[in-house]
């Protein structure tokens, strides 16, 4: 019923950057907040940044500066920018949306960043 749909990720040197993008569609139009995590080979999920439906923002310590979440609640869409992208960024990335303290998940995307 609820589905989360990433885009935007890909292959790019360090340095470069990528905007992913995550729609949501369904019964649900107003996610209490909404994120992204990724997961790289042999590691744990981790968050990277997420969304209040107010504004407010938390990002992981290795991505301040460089990445920026953003969301538009009319179209309950999420976006990261990612900036400097370095080869540890590489990893799949996933988008989530939280209603209820439920929460949603996308099949995730792929960020390669090559040195």
């Known amino acids: 019923q609820v589905q989360l749909v990433e885009s935007g990720g890909g292959l790019v040197q360090a340095g470069g950057s990528l905007r992913l993008s995550c729609a949501a569609s369904?019964?649900?139009?107003?996610?209490?907040?909404m994120g992204w995590y990724r997961q790289a080979p042999g590691k744990q999920r981790e968050l990277v940044a997420r969304?209040?439906?107010?504004?407010?923002?938390n990002y992981a310590d290795s991505v301040k500066g460089r990445f920026t979440i953003s969301r538009d609640n009319a179209k309950n869409t999420v976006y990261l920018q990612m900036n400097s992208l370095k080869p540890e960024d590489t990893a799949v990335y996933y988008c989530?949306?939280?209603?209820?303290?439920?929460?949603?998940w996308g099949q995730g995307t792929q960020v390669t960043v090559s040195s």
């Open positions: 969304i209040i439906s107010g504004g407010s923002t």
């Open positions: 989530n949306a939280v209603y209820r303290s439920y929460g949603y």
């Open positions: 369904g019964s649900i139009f107003s996610f209490t907040t």
